[in-house]
T-cell receptor, first 112, second 114 residues
Framework: GENVEQHPSTLSVQEGDSAVIKCTYS??????FPWYKQELGKGPQLIID?????GEKKDQRIAVTLNKTAKHFSLHITETQPEDSAVYFC???????????FGQGTELSVKP | NAGVTQTPKFQVLKTGQSMTLQCAQD?????MYWYRQDPGMGLRLIYY???????DKGEVPNGYNVSRLNKREFSLRLESAAPSQTSVYFC?????????????FGQGTRLTVV
């Protein structure tokens, strides 16, 4: 079945450094790849997404890259700030109404 | 605009008891989902409903049942709770038509089975 693997499980960086989280997916028919941020005690919220017809997307300090051939995608956060500390999840989906499968999550800690 | 509302927020059950987790969305979304979140395991899909009138198994459906009551509501039932079902449960919804779109999540239900 569909599977999404996410690494690393924990990541600690100094404020101002960059952070990179990587995911691989198994279903070659997947065409939508969102990233979610979850703060303590809350539900996940979308921060950026990418569709299979583009290789990269950027929104201010956050960027996502997609390699369809290798079936992996990555989240890049530049100039990290303490408020970036949270759990981040990647996900993959084949079609608009179907399964949305998540990775295991990465706990990011940004130290002042 | 409430978004996705889950009830209850917290629940403690004894082994063997049953309960239903409620979820409602007010965004006119077609697709709804139930996930469980456990440390180190991420968000695992229990069941989903691609559209009103349909439900399908996800990654970890055993021990659960669901009902898509109408377009707004999607409930998750534990018939005989087990300690292994101690978890945080999240309901989510998304548009489900046209291009793939983001999922919106509720605040979660923290369930403890003793």
């Amino acid at each position: 079945g569909e599977n999404v693997e996410q690494h690393p499980s924990t990541l600690s960086v100094q404020e101002g450094d960059s952070a990179v989280i990587k995911c691989t997916y198994s279903d070659s028919a997947s065409n939508y790849f969102p990233w979610y941020k979850q703060e303590l005690g809350k539900g996940p919220q979308l921060i950026i997404d990418i569709r299979s017809n583009v290789g990269e997307k950027k929104d201010q300090r956050i960027a996502v890259t997609l390699n369809k051939t290798a079936k992996h995608f990555s989240l890049h956060i530049t100039e990290t700030q303490p408020e970036d500390s949270a759990v981040y999840f990647c996900a993959a989906s084949r079609n608009q109404g179907g399964k949305l499968i998540f990775g295991q999550g990465t706990e990011l800690s940004v130290k002042p | 605009n409430a978004g996705v509302t889950q009830t209850p927020k917290f629940q403690v059950l004894k082994t063997g008891q049953s309960m239903t987790l409620q979820c409602a969305q007010d965004m006119n979304h077609n697709s709804m989902y139930w996930y469980r979140q456990d440390p180190g395991m991420g968000l695992r899909l229990i069941y989903y409903s691609a559209s009103e009138g349909t439900t399908d198994k996800g990654e970890v459906p055993n021990g659960y049942n669901v009902s898509r009551l109408n377009k707004r509501e999607f409930s998750l039932r534990l018939e005989s709770a087990a300690p292994s079902q101690t978890s945080v449960y999240f309901c989510a919804s998304r548009k489900g038509t046209g291009s793939n779109t983001e999922a919106f999540f509720g605040q979660g239900t923290r369930l403890t089975v003793v």
